[in-house]
């Protein structure tokens, strides 16, 4: 049974890392961090879990920790995770960090973008992108993984196999991608209340996302070269799921067929993605608390562009899942245990 | 392992049915049926299961259905499980009937509610209704249950304890009862296009809802004596959850740890009704996509009255969690198999 | 042209108060009093209004308000206008307080509920509560106006015709009522918060929300007795609209039409109440944007109870709306001047 | 007073146009067509006007309206009002048809599009596009006006003043919109149920959507050549707006400043197009229920390109509004009566 410690355990991708962790043949969670709820039951902060979790909320330290868990997960803001590791943790535990410290090659382009002095860059190197289906051996091996970006999981997995077989030209990507509400987290903020949300659309971060260069750096090294893109994220009125419509023009003349092989080629043996039938567009309602890429295509022949689309949950698969998902992997278990859950629909 | 047959499986509790049985160890659905789509793929209904199930949808022959397979749920609308049922098919497997054809005793008040010649009346007497919590033993025994309506699951367990200890006059009970609109069936009609639902409540049926004979005959069996009481039920715009707030007179002056004592002593021992802590009320969300029945109570002093709160998931407990429940009793597996369902939120 | 000051113009209340002054022929907004964001352009806070309102957010001087225009609109939490009014105030400016500082006569009653001192008793007996389908005759003559509650303006016009002619027992009175998430406020808290609102249901304020004895209080009146009654507000996910379900015992045998005369009787005449034709229920969208309280009713003869229903969008009948129907009334005004507002659908 | 009738009266549109007209001083709906309500009441369809609109539903009988109207609005399914429309009805009456029959000129692409044979092309040379802001003074003259789509109309007046200035590539003009449910008409369709559209995101029509070679011509006419553009349209859980979010290459490099300056030269005297503050995303909230369109843009110097943004109530300015508007035009009317309506938040 493989020891968990949370810390970040009361925000929403931390509370779903309990649910999903719940139901883990192999895994057992022994400290629910949460800075803000010290010695408050868990289930009082979050009513689901009343007669299921019995734990009282525990701080954020992860020194402590490491002497008591194999494994942690920090769902934390970014510069946390960042600030507490070191050597002496890392040769006891192994890190899934799910905030963005460990996920940009570059200190420089961390800092830039989020505005922040990163105080761990040493380990920069070492950390591995855990993206499952397309790092998946370096996830096994590795010590500290940086659980990527909700919109980036989603933005990535629905352009990496054209990207990676030259099919589109990455110059001219350009990702809109619309996100449930839940990712903007459990923070009070009047912007996020119900009646400001509800019945209403908007950009944000338009041309400024920190999610942005990380989305550039991986579909770079896919394609072998720097790439600049445009990603613009917007918010919708709905709790969870990411939706990925992402165009860019052809390299070459391709029928629905050739795209559809280079899918498959990537995604047919991945139990996660599933590449739908033809004229299916991906709906987030089809993969809600699941661990499910959904992805698709269409070739429009007037304009000589593909739209790729994908969706995921934003929580699962764009956060606890896949954090599992790399859990799995560091320890040599199946890698769908605990994740096998069919989307709930309506 | 049980082989299931389910008649209905393309209605949105036949669907979560399916959701919920892919999670079963010890069960199998061996036969999808629904008139409406016949050969058509399941997975092209509900594109939640695409890769997950293979199978196509087929007809509504009970007969052949016996033949092969352990136990038939009908998720179909009133009048057809009477109408197919019968000795032959008795014989040979195990029926859970979602519908409302076997859930009222009395035959006149079936027709005189549901409008509707009742096919099968003379296995009225043997069936049992399905509300685990409360006919457990007989369930176990059965070979026809009714599985119990979703606003009455809701209702009953929100008041049995109270009913059953003579601590309220059941004469001056009132429910007032909220539900999602999964409640409304996934029929094409103007009233419930999202438009028509969304930023809007009302009631309906209102005197003269279906349901309300089925919770005064289960309550009337508590009480030992015929009842007559208000339901009011309401369309609220959400997918899941039914909400029961339920007032009557209390019969003594009682205390808050007298009243949470009696709760204790029906449900303490009951993994699916969670009675919260005080002043907690039940919320669906802290409920949806599980099995548990959120309650919870208010003395109000000022009135001599007391407020009783319930909550659930109505696709759940409301219907097909409750008919797995069911199931498992019927077979003599563990009750809660396929059913530990951490609630989902947000 | 009246001159106008809200003190609390950036609450939802006081938002909507400018978007229907904004129509208002023979009104002008003088002061945008708003504590929190003195010297920000209103625009930028409620961005529906660039382009239409330039003027900048003022603090909470009623004193020198006073001086500047004829009407003050307190749009304010509790304790804010008796803690500003005095003499010479109200000896310059009417005032139409949209908090309950001034709805109870009782300062005790206030003082329990609010649990809070208050600042003013002193124009209590004074200042008259503003139900104008009731107390038109003394509205026109006051200058210091209580503005009804959303939850009371609903509860008690739903209810006030029977019993008001005793037709049914007071003391049996149980008012199930629902708002949208704006009834909330603008707050920023955890609870209403996107994600915690929407897909849920709850009852709040269980036997102790501060509506009750506002409501007792004007029912009393209408049948001459004290009452008790029991009320309980539930949250609901939409943005605006109260529905009222209420519950009573009939004194004697009814038939419908004999209701409906009732109803008549006291609503014909109003533009803004709209008694409904036989089993309509009344429904939060079809008043939607607009000042109209839709009502109807149902006997229940098998328990000898009726049940009313009614209506209105909160923040226009139940606060803003009722708010400008009596700033006409104080003024001479045609008492719909402002308010002829179609509902908005969908 | 121009006395006016409506074909297509009970759609969300048609609705909608007469929830405008009853404010508008100087039109009055004389004819509430409606082929599936004939001789039922306005009002038992669209309860908000009960007790406002009193009249029954007619049929579609326009050579008997144009007998008693001065202006006839259809708001029907494409092919009506075409097959509807001849010489004689056009020289007693104005059309407004919020149909696509004579949106496009080349009846070649009209049939393409809408797999529908054209039954008046004769009249597609004479019939003027009604998009107030670009074709105002042609308007004005019309009798015959086609009311632009909902999308196109925010599509077109989000990137018009950078197509006809040639500071964008056309070419690369992608467009991805999102619009609310009431877009998708009243039609009892299982995709537009509450539980299917609520919680889920998705693209239709991807690279074939109608409204595609609309935008493509009206475009085309202001950068003087033909042009071929990505549109890609999604289905949003709420139940007006529209957001527009278009992505172009610039020609050359720019300053916020000079591109803020050419939206002005084109908007700055347009009452109902607001060009927001720097960095102020539109968003839907801020419109809905007005005939406003917000828009802004955003310069990404990273990748050349810019990011343009629109927002409108899909059924104001993207079908009813406008309408009202171009009738306001073609009688010689203030431009805006009838549509001085401050937008509706929460």
Request: with cysteine; glycine share 8%.
């Given at each position: 049974m493989?020891?968990?410690?949370?810390?970040?355990?009361?925000?929403?991708?931390?509370?779903?890392?309990?649910?999903?962790?719940?139901?883990?043949?192999?895994?057992?969670?022994?400290?629910?961090?949460?800075?803000?709820?010290?010695?408050?039951?868990?289930?009082?902060?979050?009513?689901?879990?009343?007669?299921?979790?019995?734990?009282?909320?525990m701080d954020d330290n992860m020194q402590a920790l490491a002497e008591q868990v194999d494994v942690i997960f920090t769902a934390t803001p970014q510069g946390l995770c960042a600030s507490l590791v070191n050597d002496e943790i890392l040769s006891k535990v192994k890190i899934i960090d799910l905030s963005a410290?460990?996920?940009?090659?570059?200190?420089?382009?961390?800092?830039e973008w989020y505005k922040l002095e990163h105080k761990s860059p040493q380990y920069l190197e070492e950390a591995v992108y855990g993206l499952c289906e397309i790092n998946r051996e370096d996830v096994k091996k590795a010590r500290l993984v940086a659980n990527p970006g909700c919109y980036t999981t989603c933005s990535i997995l629905t352009c990496y196999p054209l990207v990676k077989e030259g099919l589109?030209?990455?110059?001219?990507?350009?990702?809109?991608?619309?996100?449930g509400t839940s990712g903007a987290g459990r923070g009070a903020k009047v912007d996020n209340l119900f009646c400001e949300v509800n019945e209403s659309m908007k950009a944000y971060g338009v041309a400024s996302h920190r999610h942005t260069?990380?989305?550039?750096?991986?579909?770079?090294?896919?394609?072998?070269?720097?790439?600049?893109?445009?990603?613009?994220?917007?918010?919708?009125?709905?709790?969870?799921?990411?939706?990925?419509?992402?165009?860019?023009?052809?390299?070459?003349?391709?029928?629905?067929?050739?795209?559809?092989?280079?899918?498959?080629k990537y995604y047919k043996e991945e139990k996660f993605v599933r590449?739908?039938?033809?004229?299916?567009?991906?709906?987030?309602?089809?993969?809600?608390?699941?661990?499910?890429?959904?992805?698709?295509?269409?070739?429009?022949?007037?304009?000589?562009?593909?739209?790729?689309?994908?969706?995921?949950?934003?929580?699962?698969?764009?956060?606890?899942?896949?954090a599992v998902q790399n859990m799995n992997l560091m320890f040599g278990l199946k890698e769908s245990e605990g994740l096998e859950l069919v989307p709930m629909f309506p």
């Open positions: 493989i020891k968990v410690g949370i810390i970040g355990s009361t925000g929403y991708a931390g509370s779903e890392l309990v649910r999903l962790l719940m139901g883990h043949k192999e895994a057992e969670i022994k400290w629910f961090g949460s800075r803000s709820f010290v010695d408050k039951k868990y289930a009082s902060v979050y009513q689901n879990f009343f007669e299921i979790v019995d734990d009282k909320c410290d460990f996920r940009l090659k570059d200190v420089n382009v961390y800092e589109i030209n990455p110059d001219t990507l350009i990702i809109d991608a619309k996100s260069p990380e989305i550039e750096e991986q579909l770079g090294y896919a394609c072998g070269k720097e790439i600049k893109l445009n990603f613009t994220p917007h918010l919708v009125p709905m709790n969870r799921g990411i939706l990925v419509t992402a165009y860019a023009s052809l390299t070459k003349e391709v029928t629905y067929e050739e795209v559809k092989a280079i899918y498959d590449v739908l039938e033809k004229d299916n567009c991906p709906q987030t309602r089809w993969v809600k608390g699941s661990n499910y890429v959904d992805v698709n295509f269409k070739i429009d022949p007037r304009t000589n562009r593909i739209i790729m689309m994908g969706a995921i949950d934003n929580l699962v698969k764009g956060a606890a899942g896949q």
